[in-house]
């Protein structure tokens, strides 16, 4: 079950959700959760995303779109100090959206999404699901006919899902889930390889810095992984 607070926030019961006996969690550890419309969100910013991505294009400014696949690595459940809970973000594949234009030679800014495809167990009884997303400046310098570099840094946030096995109506629809959210610093980088014409491949590593991430065991968490992107109106490599 979970336990009633006065909306719109929800104070999570994690030790009463299964019949089991659960683990011993720190109560301070747990967020207070908000519901929202996630998927209403996803698809607003996904969509700003595509018309930006557009109208660069139709103005002649070169415009990449990628899709990947990546794993995350973070501190072990047992490295946890005091001030976190033992719960490591480590695994799981995730899935991953990015796109960027270039605004003035080299440089331009980037928006990416990503969310581990299958669902996690918190303490080993619970449902849950982080999505990250975040909001850079880019640099992609020329790296010979065939390959360019990508540096970012932004800024964006960690959105932890953790289901329950009831759905709840509010004014932004109806969730089986609450949601965490905290705020991150983002560092990431790759190279690109044109191998087929405009179609990239690139590999890539991404660094999170989370703020007050209390429910897992450290505030920082990488994500390592592939894409295949395309680019349109490139520069001449």
Request: glycine fraction near 10%.
């Amino acid at each position: 079950m979970w336990a009633r607070a006065s909306a719109p926030f929800l104070q999570l019961d994690l030790t009463r959700c299964n019949p089991a006996k659960a683990p011993s969690i720190n109560p301070q550890m747990m967020p207070k959760v908000r519901l929202h419309g996630q998927f209403r969100k996803l698809a607003l910013i996904a969509s700003s995303c595509a018309f930006f991505l557009m109208a660069a294009a139709a103005r002649g400014q070169q415009v990449d779109a990628a899709f990947g696949l990546s794993t995350v690595s973070a501190p072990s459940a047992a490295s946890a100090s005091a001030n976190y809970s033992a719960q490591s973000l480590t695994g799981g594949a995730y899935p991953s959206f990015s796109g960027d234009f270039l605004i003035k030679k080299q440089f331009g800014v980037n928006g990416e999404i990503s969310w581990r495809a299958s669902q996690a167990f918190y303490q080993g009884f619970y449902p849950f699901r982080p999505i990250f997303y975040d909001f850079n400046g880019i640099w992609i310098p020329q790296l010979g006919k065939h390959f360019a570099g990508e540096l970012m840094a932004g800024i964006g946030a960690e959105s932890a899902r953790f289901y329950q096995p009831f759905t709840i109506c509010g004014f932004n629809g109806c969730t089986n889930y609450v949601s965490s959210n905290h705020f991150l610093g983002h560092f990431g980088g790759g190279i690109r390889a044109y191998l087929f014409g405009n179609f990239f491949v690139r590999p890539e590593a991404h660094l999170y810095l989370i703020r007050n991430n209390f429910e897992f065991s450290s505030a920082r968490a990488t994500r390592f992984g592939v894409s295949i992107g395309y680019t349109f109106r490139p520069q001449q490599y």
